[in-house]
């Protein structure tokens, strides 16, 4: 049930922030929307992509963009809707459909007979201390299982906040 209310206030937040016209109101209801994420990778048991989630997504996120919108006008242009939004919502209805077709294949939630609980999870929690020499399990998948993964996420992030902070920086006045 509560995995359901969730999921509506997501819905909700992000409904929401796309509908608003005043760009600050919408940057705080996605800042909620995730601050809610971080509550459903909690209760998927993923804390440390909850606690990345709340700090990143909620945090320096929230921030940057208030920083960003100091710079610019708050509000959005208001543009009207015209026919060649049409083709744009059944690209995204499509696109959908495609998504949750391909979920039907997924084994289900919590399924202990899920293929990565029989090949995958035994031989991180039997071969990890041997093989990488890391007593902590978790930093071996990190560090060692996962150590591209975690490189790209790291560049993504970096570049990012470089980019920002190009954008945002004050020119120097000659003169």
């Not at 035994?122 to 007593?135: F, L, M, Q, T």
Request: charged share 15%; with cysteine.
């Amino acid at each position: 049930m509560i995995d359901i209310l969730l999921l509506t206030l997501l819905v909700l937040c992000a409904l929401a922030a796309v509908e608003m016209r005043d760009l600050l109101s919408a940057g705080l209801v996605l800042s909620g929307y995730s601050l809610l994420m971080a509550v459903v990778w909690t209760r998927l048991n993923a804390v440390d992509v909850a606690f990345t989630e709340a700090s990143v997504g909620a945090g320096i996120t929230t921030v940057l963009l208030i920083a960003a919108l100091s710079r610019t006008d708050r509000g959005e242009a208001l543009v009207s809707r015209t026919r060649r939004e049409i083709p744009s919502l059944i690209l995204i209805l499509l696109t959908g459909a495609v998504l949750v077709y391909g979920t039907l294949d997924m084994p289900d939630f919590r399924d202990p007979g899920a293929p990565a609980h029989h090949h995958v999870a035994p031989r991180y929690i039997e071969g990890s201390a041997h093989e990488v020499g890391v007593v902590n399990m978790v930093t071996a998948i990190l560090a060692a299982y996962r150590g591209y993964d975690t490189l790209g996420e790291t560049t993504v992030i970096f570049t990012a906040g470089m980019s920002v902070i190009l954008l945002l920086r004050r020119r120097k006045q000659r003169g």
